[in-house]
Nanobody, 123 residues
Framework: QVQLVESGGGSVQAGGSLRLSCAASGRTFITFTMAVGWFRQAPGKEREFVASITVGGRSNYADSAKGRFTISRDNAKNTVYLQNSSLTAEDTATYYC???????????????WGQGTQVTVSS
């Protein structure tokens, strides 16, 4: 059974950085021939797109993430990373990774989801 497991969340002060990881287990060959996206959901808000990366390494970012977040992947390690920097309180959310055929913002295009990792930014 394929699973995605997020890690790297935690509490950080405004202006700080975190690196989130999304590791695939199980039939990883299938999982990592697919695009991976990062999404987040803040309390009381809908889940929103943050960034995505295709198998070939092409990345796509939400406007809120451009210039501050960097998505990357290491296919040999079956892991996708989201480097967050210049964090603000508005970045506080549960961050989820998901895999799908296309690296697009549309959540319905992603078929496998992780359980999420909490990021809390204090001002």
């Amino acid at each position: 059974q394929v699973q995605l497991v997020e890690s790297g969340g935690g509490s950080v002060q405004a202006g700080g950085s975190l690196r989130l990881s999304c590791a695939a287990s199980g039939r990883t060959f299938i999982t990592f021939t697919m695009a991976v996206g990062w999404f987040r959901q803040a309390p009381g808000k809908e889940r929103e797109f943050v960034a995505s990366i295709t198998v070939g390494g092409r990345s796509n970012y939400a406007d809120s993430a451009k210039g501050r977040f960097t998505i990357s992947r290491d296919n040999a390690k079956n892991t996708v990373y989201l480097q967050n920097s210049s964090l603000t309180a508005e970045d506080t959310a549960t961050y989820y990774c998901a895999s799908g055929r296309l690296g697009v913002p549309d959540q319905s295009r992603y078929t496998l989801w992780g359980q999420g990792t909490q990021v809390t930014v204090s001002s």
